[in-house]
Nanobody, 118 residues
C-alpha cells in the first residue's frame, strides 16, 4: 500500500528557512519522479517542485532560487529546503508522484503545515 508521510513543517518568520521531508513506502521509490505540492486555504493544490528519478529538479517560477528539492533513493525520502520564505508560501505541503496518484489513485498523505508569519 502506497504511503506518504510528510514532516517538518512549522511557523517561521518572513525571510526565514524551513525544511520538510516526505518518507514514501509501498512502491519502488527510485523509479518515479516525485513532486512537492502545496494547498493554501481556499486555493487549489499546486505543484511547486519535482525531482526526477535521476535527481534532476524542476521548479515553478514563484519558488525558483528559494526552494531546493532533493531525494535520497536509499531512504525512500524526498526533501524540500525552503529559504527566503514569504507569507504567500503559507500552505499545507504534500508529496506525491508526478503525475500525482499514478500508483494509488486519489491518495494523498496528511501533509505538513507551513506558516510564514511575523
Amino acid at each position: 500500500q502506497v504511503q506518504f508521510v510528510e514532516s517538518g513543517g512549522g511557523l517561521v518568520q518572513p525571510g526565514g528557512s524551513l525544511s520538510v521531508s516526505c518518507a514514501a513506502s509501498g512502491y519502488i521509490f527510485s523509479l518515479y519522479t516525485m513532486g512537492w505540492y502545496r494547498q493554501a486555504p481556499g486555493k487549489q493544490r499546486e505543484l511547486v517542485a519535482d525531482v526526477t528519478s535521476g535527481g534532476l529538479p524542476n521548479y515553478v517560477d514563484s519558488v525558483k532560487g528559494r526552494f531546493t528539492i532533493s531525494r535520497d533513493n536509499a531512504k525512500n525520502t524526498v526533501y524540500l529546503q525552503m529559504n527566503s520564505l514569504k507569507p504567500e508560501d503559507t500552505a499545507v505541503y504534500f508529496c506525491n508522484t508526478l503525475p500525482a496518484g499514478i500508483i494509488r489513485e486519489g491518495y494523498w498523505g496528511q501533509g505538513t503545515q507551513v506558516t510564514v508569519s511575523s
